[in-house]
T-cell receptor
Framework: GESVGLHLPTLSVQEGDNSIINCAYS??????FIWYKQESGKGPQFIID?????DKRQGQRVTVLLNKTVKHLSLQIAATQPGDSAVYFC??????????????FGTGTQLKVEL | DAGVIQSPRHEVTEMGQEVTLRCKPI?????LFWYRQTMMRGLELLIY????????DSGMPEDRFSAKMPNASFSTLKIQPSEPRDSAVYFC??????????????FGPGTRLTVT
């Protein structure tokens, strides 16, 4: 099976600083990785994804880094804003080797942005 | 597109009653997922469908839970009889098949279920 864990349940950052949220996974066959943001009272919302043939992918103010050797991925948020306050989940799947589109979710990190 | 639609948004019921949660996935998506979220257990996959066929229901807690997908645009999750420990937020999500393997799931707003 697959287990996914985040390193910190809560992360507090100052507005304008960069945030880094980490995630570890257990199954080396995992080939698709995704970060979600969940605001209070809402469903998880897609932020960015990355496939196993890449080690870095950038979006708007966000970067995902993948280290397959140690089975670790991270989400970096540049110039963190109050609107970034939410719970962040990483999720993994092994779509090419089985499991189809099934995702295994981590436990989530609560990001708090201090003014 | 309106995204994934779930109803009701909130449900309060008494222990022993039947509860039915509904979901309309995004048009054209091949996969539909039902999740349960609680503070203690986080986000748990209950069951998922591919082309209306249940593929993996290993996450369904017990026989009190059942899910159906009679067509590509509608799914239900039923709890009968309901118990206080079923209180949670239930999410439905859908995704499209990807030849590259794995694709993002689009989540609905959730149904907050309270069983008293």
């Amino acid at each position: 099976g697959e287990s996914v864990g985040l390193h910190l349940p809560t992360l507090s950052v100052q507005e304008g600083d960069n945030s880094i949220i980490n995630c570890a996974y257990s199954n080396s066959a995992s080939d698709y990785f995704i970060w979600y943001k969940q605001e209070s009272g809402k469903g998880p919302q897609f932020i960015i994804d990355i496939r196993s043939n890449m080690d870095k992918r950038q979006g708007q103010r966000v970067t995902v880094l993948l280290n397959k050797t140690v089975k670790h991925l991270s989400l970096q948020i540049a110039a963190t804003q109050p609107g970034d306050s939410a719970v962040y989940f990483c999720a993994v799947s092994r779509g090419l080797t089985g499991g189809g589109n099934k995702l295994t979710f981590g436990t989530g990190t609560q990001l708090k942005v201090e003014l | 597109d309106a995204g994934v639609i779930q109803s009701p948004r909130h449900e309060v019921t008494e222990m022993g009653q039947e509860v039915t949660l509904r979901c309309k996935p995004i048009s054209g998506h091949d996969y539909l997922f039902w999740y349960r979220q609680t503070m203690m257990r986080g986000l748990e996959l209950l069951i998922y469908f591919n082309n209306n066929v249940p593929i993996d229901d290993s996450g369904m807690p017990e026989d009190r839970f059942s899910a159906k997908m009679p067509n590509a645009s509608f799914s239900t999750l039923k709890i009968q009889p309901s118990e206080p420990r079923d209180s949670a937020v239930y999410f439905c999500a859908s995704s499209a098949v990807s030849l590259a393997g794995g694709s993002q799931q689009y989540f609905g707003p959730g149904t907050r279920l309270t069983v008293t």
